[in-house]
């Protein structure tokens, strides 16, 4: 079946340590994103991608980093200079521009906590 | 820039009783709006959009929603709610003339009480 997958569902990381989180999607679609979600707050864009080799900050991205070397693949690097790292990832993809309906698909997210 | 109000964090309802969830936006432009659903540790899945023609919106679920232009809402709307519908729900907002990046809500937890 075609989805996202989010790898890994949990993860759990010192403090100081980098950490990096999949997101593969076999739907075909030109766009991806990272966002975070914290209890409250709803989601906060962190980075995109609209195309191949191509990506924008979002709204939080400090402290984060990201690439997109292939159209499946939009890994996100959670680095040390985030201050609270601590969260639910979620990552998601869309047509693209060029049908633009608007709709996200969502994968089932990661849990990150930094002890 | 666009923004999105939802004005009830926790919404406690009845089952079988009817229930509506608020969405506010602001935005200089024409907007796209979305309902999303999130069940416990698992991703968002859509409930239903408006892009354009009718103000009234059917989705999955039984659940409708309708487009207020003058009022800038896009509330939520289900006649007879079920224990399955607790959940969390987020209203977003998108350029239809820009990329699809959606801007959310802070979200509305649904407890339906048996």
């Known amino acids: 079946d075609g989805g996202i997958t989010q790898s890994p569902k949990y993860l759990f990381r010192k403090e100081g340590q980098n950490v990096t989180l999949s997101c593969e999607q076999n739907?075909?679609?030109?766009?991806m994103y990272w966002y975070r979600q914290d209890p409250g707050q709803g989601l906060r864009l962190i980075y995109y991608?609209?195309?191949?080799?191509?990506?924008q900050k979002g709204d939080i991205a400090e402290g984060y980093s990201v690439s997109r070397e292939k159209k499946e693949s939009f890994p996100l690097t959670v680095t040390s200079a985030q201050k609270n790292p601590t969260a639910f990832y979620l990552c998601?993809?869309?047509?693209?521009?060029?049908?633009?309906?608007?709709?996200?698909?969502f994968g089932e997210g990661s849990r990150l906590t930094v002890l | 820039a666009q923004s999105v109000t939802q004005l009830d964090s926790q919404v406690p309802v009845f089952e079988e009783a009817p229930v509506e969830l608020r969405c506010n936006y602001s935005?200089?432009?024409?907007?796209?709006l979305f309902w999303y659903v999130q069940y416990p540790n698992q991703g968002l899945q859509l409930l239903l959009k408006y892009l354009s023609g009718s103000t009234l919106v059917k989705g999955i679920n039984g659940f409708e929603a309708e487009f207020n232009k003058s009022q800038t809402s896009f509330h939520l709307r289900k006649p007879s709610v079920h224990i399955s519908d607790t959940a969390e729900y987020f209203c977003a907002v998108s350029d239809p003339f820009g990329n699809e990046k959606l801007t959310f809500g802070t979200g509305t937890r649904l407890t339906i009480i048996p």
């Open positions: 739907l075909n679609h030109d766009a």
């Open positions: 998601a993809s869309s047509g693209g521009t060029a049908t633009n309906t608007g709709e996200l698909f």
């Open positions: 991608s609209q195309i191949v080799n191509d990506f």
């Open positions: 935005s200089s432009v024409s907007v796209y």
